[in-house]
């Protein structure tokens, strides 16, 4: 008997009919039922009965060994390479160059001056020997962000920039540290584990190639995190503030403070953010005022021809990548269509969700909101997609494991995630593939952000989690 009824679950779970005549909760019923009308259901479940265990070890390790390769090889010409180039010929720590850039003019006392580009490429190009057929790398932060830039530039280039990735491999240490203390099911799992499997994750790897102050983001997001999880709204608040070099990647959260009315936390960003920008006045007003008549036009960088858009895992990039070179104003209308449905899902779920920090529903709609808010930022590198190992740590807080992943919808959350870790290696390479492709053809560029459609399909499979049951034995139908 027993056995008749373990086939006809996996006979109904597997071609998605519902589970309601074996007796489950009605809100299982209306789940399953989700689950079935929705085409997009169909590849997760696939990937979910392909994936085993033992598929993901072997070919988890064949995908994973290139890029860590890449790191390995990095780091040698950071060390060994000729003059500041890598074995690419790209100037090591690109990004660094900016910082570094911002860092010397304020040192310099001509600061109002960085937001020349032409100033800003005659430095670097003292600096590094810019090629003409890689272009520079601009300084685009706020004036006061030299403040966070300015010791990194006393020891030479190579010297700083080497300083610079030592002070962020422990800013990620200390991140891995603060989620592990307080996320109960990471507790399995030593802080050195968690930072070094981080690399298993390649915009991780990709910080480590550019440079960049991604670490410090997502020490301030982990901060905001576990301090709203704790109810120190305050303190939460004013960790949310300090990104304000980085305002966008702020602007979601900042909403969903304002519209469950955590006064506090908004007091506290405030004050944070206040306290950045008269940093900025004192440091140089009239570098302020500059960067607040050029910053409407800072976005248009993004569009430019010689800019890497492919790597822009956003709405934003990913509506220029699809449309820009039929339409601009098209462009613009994706992006805003895309981003404003997201809002007004993320308004809707929060109006379900009481203010209880720790719970399931509270933690899977703080996870999903992260998520989505990096994807409404107009700019998030393929380095800045590093930010989603909060939450995927918080996903993994509540289902820690396949089977529990597994457990959670039938395969789709299991799924979506499995697919933002691959795309996460190999979304930006599909992009350069189809712009080369068109580039071939002579046809106008033209390409899909794979990468964005998962994270925006997961981000959605987390929120719709957060307010309902897992199922009970979806296990069932899949292979260990």
Not at 39 to 61: H, N, S
Not at 173 to 194: C, G, K, M, P, Q
Not at 218 to 239: E, H, I, K, N, S
Not at 440 to 452: D, M, S, Y
Request: with cysteine; hydrophobic share 50%; proline share 5%.
């Amino acid at each position: 008997m027993r056995d008749r009824v373990l086939a006809s679950h996996r006979s109904l779970v597997s071609d998605g009919s519902s589970v309601g005549d074996l007796g489950k909760p009605s809100g299982t019923d209306v789940r399953i039922h989700m689950m079935r009308t929705s085409r997009v259901q169909a590849l997760p479940k696939t990937i979910a009965r392909f994936a085993t265990m033992e598929r993901i070890r072997i070919y988890g390790l064949m995908m994973a060994a290139p890029y860590v390769l890449l790191a390995l090889l990095s780091l040698q010409s950071m060390t060994f390479g000729s003059g500041f180039r890598d074995s690419f010929d790209n100037v090591i720590g690109g990004d660094f160059l900016a910082f570094y850039t911002g860092a010397h003019f304020f040192l310099a006392d001509r600061l109002p001056e960085v937001y020349d580009l032409e100033v800003q490429r005659s430095f670097q190009d003292s600096v590094v020997g810019l090629r003409e057929d890689k272009g520079m790398h601009p300084f685009l932060n706020p004036p006061f962000a030299v403040l966070l830039y300015a010791p990194f530039k006393f020891l030479g280039y190579r010297a700083d920039l080497f300083l610079w990735i030592v002070v962020g491999g422990f800013l990620l240490f200390l991140s891995a540290w603060l989620i592990r203390s307080e996320l109960s099911n990471l507790d399995r799992y030593s802080v050195l584990t968690l930072s070094l499997g981080s690399f298993l994750f390649y915009p991780t790897v990709a910080w480590f190639r550019y440079a960049q102050a991604t670490p410090f983001i997502l020490l301030l997001y982990a901060g905001t995190f576990v301090l709203m999880r704790r109810r120190r709204d305050a303190w939460a608040g004013f960790c949310l503030g300090c990104l304000a070099f980085k305002p966008q990647l702020a602007f979601v959260l900042a909403l969903v403070l304002l519209m469950k009315l955590r006064w506090r936390a908004l007091l506290g960003g405030a004050t944070s953010a206040t306290c950045w920008i008269i940093a900025g006045f004192l440091v140089s007003p009239s570098a302020m005022w500059t960067y607040l008549e050029v910053a409407p036009e800072l976005t248009n960088v993004l569009r430019w021809d010689a800019y890497p858009t492919w790597g822009v895992n956003t709405f934003f990039g990913f509506s220029v990548l699809l449309l820009e070179s039929f339409s601009p104003a098209a462009a613009n209308l994706l992006w805003g269509a895309m981003t404003l449905t997201c809002l007004v899902l993320l308004a809707w779920a929060w109006s379900r969700t009481p203010w209880e920090p720790g719970t399931r529903c509270w933690d899977l709609t703080m996870a999903a909101t992260i998520i989505w808010g990096l994807l409404i930022s107009p700019h998030l590198y393929i380095y800045d997609v590093m930010l989603l190992l909060l939450p995927l740590a918080i996903v993994w807080n509540h289902f820690p494991g396949r089977d529990e992943l597994l457990q959670a919808d039938g395969g789709s959350l299991f799924s979506w995630s499995l697919l933002v870790w691959v795309l996460g290696a190999y979304g930006s390479v599909l992009s350069i593939g189809q712009e080369n492709l068109t580039e071939w053809l002579e046809i106008p560029n033209v390409g899909i952000q794979f990468l964005v459609l998962v994270i925006l399909f997961w981000g959605w499979t987390v929120l719709r989690l957060s307010h309902t049951q897992p199922m009970s034995s979806p296990t069932l139908t899949y292979r260990a």
